[in-house]
């Protein structure tokens, strides 16, 4: 896909719902009693295989364009699949619903694309096993294919090494099925949502601090969820505000979960001209709409607790940093490394491709801004927030920049062009 400078981005965009609260309440209306009736669902890649991962276990799931229907079965109503559960790309997908399938009384096993195949499952593997499951990576590589054989958990007290919402959701998952609670720390506190949910449905999940606990065999009953604006897809439209100049977009209906909105404080430290507008709960879920306006930004260092609250936002946070007066420093980010692509690698060599100054370290990036950025050929790798990341960037590089890969955005935001293009002012 082809892209020149812009000189002004103008108008509305209403954001689609978060991945992350799209996942969870697929999972977790599976595994209540009754009808879960869900709006503003995300009908990116990574949520619709997470839809036909329980579709393959048993539940009935009615997707319409302005609702999704999960016919939940209860905590015990999955029932053994007919063949290999696809994740595709999602990380999400995978490390929760491993979770889930190493307390049912038969065995699974799961698989994903080429992306998945490489990112590291020993962090799952690890606390499932310490709870008495038994998951093998059937490359002996400690990633996906993984088999799960289901057995009756034990609750333990984990000490997660990475603060990972993905590890926690999944170490908390298994506590649903096992004979005592269990609880899981972590370095800094990451996403929250399991915990909001979960306890939405009737689980009963305490949280202190960076632990979280849950009590076994709660009584799950279905529930109506209205899905909050993903904020890491909004993270594009706030950036492309603010870098464009003589641009004015209201950002609608985005999802300001503590847990989340690093990218809002980092922009407001490098001088971004944001205001919150209709704040308000959805879902359980505090959100908000965003008026960003073009502003002088300055570098600034972004480094330890904020970054899991803004760790999808990296590699937009680099772009914006190259458009910015003085230095940025990117640090404590080394989870850049295990995501869809190598986020260090790949933001670092297509911003240097496109005349950036800019260094990769051990666990992030050095940009020193303000040098205009020219057009190149950007390998999106096909990690989606790249794609996105280098879309927006290409509407403030002289020239003309190329993305390959472009259609991957498809994982979590379908309709980013058309909306990115909706703004444009000829
Ligand atoms: O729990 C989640 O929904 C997610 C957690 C994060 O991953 P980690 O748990 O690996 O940090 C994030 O990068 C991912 O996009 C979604
Ligand atoms: C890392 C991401 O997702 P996942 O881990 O679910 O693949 C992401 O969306 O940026």
């Known amino acids: 896909m ?27 209306g599976s595994l209540a009693e009754g009808t879960t009736e869900v709006t503003n669902f995300l009908q990116g890649a990574d949520c619709l295989s997470t839809i036909s991962c329980f579709r393959k276990l048993g539940i009935e799931i009615e997707n319409t364009p302005d609702r999704i229907l999960i016919h939940g079965k209860g905590l015990h109503g999955l029932s053994e699949p007919t063949d290999t559960l696809d994740t595709g790309n999602s990380g999400t997908t995978t490390r929760l619903i491993s979770g889930i399938l190493a307390g049912q009384p038969f065995t699974t096993v799961l698989n994903g694309d080429a992306s998945i195949q490489t990112r590291p499952m020993k962090r799952i593997i690890t606390p499932l096993s310490m709870m008495g499951a038994d998951i093998t990576s059937l490359k002996g590589n400690d990633c996906a294919p993984l088999r799960i054989c289901g057995s009756q958990l034990h609750g333990i007290t984990y000490q997660s090494p990475v603060a990972s919402a993905q ?17 899981v720390a972590e370095p800094i506190l990451s996403r929250n949502h399991t915990e909001l949910m979960l306890t939405g449905f009737g689980a009963k999940v305490t949280s202190s601090g960076t632990t979280a606990t849950i009590e076994p065999e709660p009584d799950l009953k279905g529930m109506k969820i209205e899905i909050p604006g993903d904020i890491s897809s909004a993270a594009y439209f706030i950036a492309a505000g603010l870098i464009i100049p003589n641009s004015e977009i209201l950002v609608k209906n985005v999802g300001i979960n503590p847990t989340r909105d690093g990218i809002l404080r980092v922009a407001k430290e490098m001088g971004g001209d944001i205001t919150i507008l209709n704040e308000k709960i959805s879902g359980g879920e505090p959100t908000c709409d965003l008026l960003v306006r073009s502003s002088s930004l300055k570098g600034v260092t972004v480094g330890g607790e904020i970054i899991p609250t803004l760790i999808d936002e990296i590699p937009m946070i680099a772009v914006m940093a190259c458009f910015a007066e003085g230095t940025t420093i990117i640090k404590d980010a080394q989870e850049l490394k295990v995501k869809e692509s190598n986020r260090i690698d790949t933001v ?58 472009a259609d991957c955005v498809k994982i979590s935001y379908p309709e980013f062009y058309e909306s990115l293009k909706s703004l444009i002012q000829q």
């Open 167 to 183: 590890v926690k959701s999944c170490v908390l998952l298994a506590g649903l099925y096992a004979d005592a609670p269990t609880s």
């Open 348 to 405: 670092v060599t297509n911003l240097k491709a496109m005349g950036a100054h800019i260094e990769a370290t051990d666990d992030g990036m050095i940009i020193e801004g303000g040098y205009p950025l020219h057009g190149a050929v950007i390998d999106s790798h096909l990690d989606h927030r790249i794609a996105m990341s280098f879309a927006v960037g290409a509407l403030g590089a002289d020239g003309e920049t190329t993305i390959e890969g």
């Open 2 to 28: 082809i892209f020149h400078k812009v000189t002004s981005l103008k108008g509305e965009v209403t954001i689609p719902g978060d991945k992350s609260i799209s996942h969870r309440a697929v999972m977790f």
